[in-house]
């Protein structure tokens, strides 16, 4: 399509005709996948791909069509680049927020082979209870208490003399350290 088509289409779309304005959609929506594409690392592709970055953005920018003044094509396509540029921004914080997502392969054991369920089973608890010595005695003793005994962060605080809100962060601090050490191993 060239340029002045997408003048028409955009003014035709401004003055409400459904039809331009599909078409201006149509048009769209290869260019902003490729952009979008060429944008998101494959490692911070989470629940939203590039289609679904895309449908946003667009989505967005259709709430706002008429309320943005477009001189021309050039400028449409620079407020779409930039929803989709936020767009991308914002999926890759959301993956840093919550980690990548990996699928794992459940044909690993699946209970056939005892001795690989064993062998699996002895690694896990080593790197666990290596991530669990390199805790500080109070952290240990805090993780075991909700853990292993089941006390609430309300029975924790009363058997050790300090908040509720207190034991939570502390435990949470023990679990991510162990979490963080586990996945060094």
Request: hydrophobic content about 40%; aromatic content about 6%; glycine content about 6%.
């Amino acid at each position: 399509m060239l340029p002045d088509d997408i003048d028409d289409l955009l003014h035709a779309a401004r003055r409400g005709d459904d039809g331009a304005r599909e078409q201006l959609y149509a048009h769209c929506v290869p260019v902003l996948r490729r952009w979008a594409t060429s944008r998101l690392p494959w490692p911070h592709r989470g629940i939203n791909d590039a289609d679904d970055i895309v449908q946003i953005a667009l989505l967005q920018a259709w709430r706002r069509f008429d309320e943005v003044d477009f001189s021309c094509a050039s400028s449409f396509f620079g407020y779409l680049y930039r929803i989709l540029q936020n767009e991308v921004c914002a999926e890759m914080r959301r993956c840093n927020v919550r980690g990548t997502s990996v699928e794992c392969d459940e044909a690993i054991s699946d209970g056939i082979d005892p001795a690989v369920d064993e062998a699996i089973a002895r690694e896990r608890n080593h790197l666990l209870t290596t991530a669990m010595r390199r805790l500080d005695r109070r952290q240990r003793r805090h993780l075991d208490m909700r853990l292993r005994l089941g006390m609430s962060f309300g029975e924790i605080a009363t058997h050790t003399g300090g908040s509720a809100d207190g034991v939570r962060m502390l435990i949470a601090r023990a679990v991510r350290a162990v979490a963080a050490s586990v996945a060094a191993a």
